[in-house]
T-cell receptor, first 106, second 115 residues
């Protein structure tokens, strides 16, 4: 069993749609990270959360510590949002989800 | 400082050869991490350093793998006697304490292909 589970694995959306990616984890954590990885491998850190909610532009990340669950929302999605979104947690060790591959169609 | 850099970006080697990768972190960051990512999977933690001390190593890091950060700045990851299963993207990240925890900044990765 993976310590971090993401859903869905793959997601295709029309431009403008509201998108939600979910992350559940089973270990104690000090922080949860949402990462974006474009083709070619470069990883960018989008959010680091330990509680509540953060917003950056069209991206919103929430975390529920009691339920061990986080969501990443993208409002008014755009083709340039197409990427793999990875949830990762830091606790005693470092655990990554397998990622959600998002394709936004014009 | 423009971020975390890694060298080389791509490496093709024959099975059995040794390879060494370098990571230059963001200059004021005291933590440095190595990860491995295979196709279609998320990154897997390999090891991390605080300054020059290697604080944790994953069970994934077999005795063919060794990492160093001799002066607490750049780090090297060496793989001896490479195997085809070592083919992966090797990612480096660095971090500093942001008040609550360590936020990581990733390098572009070194893609290793073992033929």
């Amino acid at each position: 069993k993976n310590e971090v589970e993401q859903s869905p694995q793959n997601l295709t959306a029309q431009e403008g749609e509201f998108i939600t990616i979910n992350c559940s984890y089973s270990v104690g954590i000090s922080a949860l990270h949402w990462l974006q990885q474009h083709p070619g491998g470069g990883i960018v850190s989008l959010f680091m959360l330990s509680s509540g909610k953060k917003k950056h532009g069209r991206l919103i990340a929430t975390i529920n510590i009691q339920e061990k669950h986080s969501s990443l929302h993208i409002t008014a999605s755009h083709p340039r949002d197409s990427a793999v979104y990875i949830c990762a947690v830091t606790g005693n060790q470092f655990y990554f989800g397998t990622g959600t591959s998002l394709t936004v169609i014009p | 400082d423009t971020g975390v850099s890694q060298d080389p970006r791509h490496k093709i080697t024959k099975r059995g050869q040794n390879v060494t990768f370098r990571c230059d972190p963001i200059s004021e960051h005291n933590r440095l991490y190595w990860y491995r990512q295979t196709l279609g999977q998320g990154p897997e933690f390999l090891t991390y350093f605080q300054n020059e001390a290697q604080l944790e190593k994953s069970r994934l890091l077999s005795d063919r793998f060794s990492a160093e950060r001799p002066k607490g700045s750049f780090s090297t990851l060496e793989i001896q006697r490479t195997e085809q299963g070592d083919s992966a993207m090797y990612l480096c990240a660095s971090s500093h304490f942001s008040g609550q925890t360590y936020e990581q900044y990733f390098g572009p990765g070194t893609r290793l292909t073992v033929t």
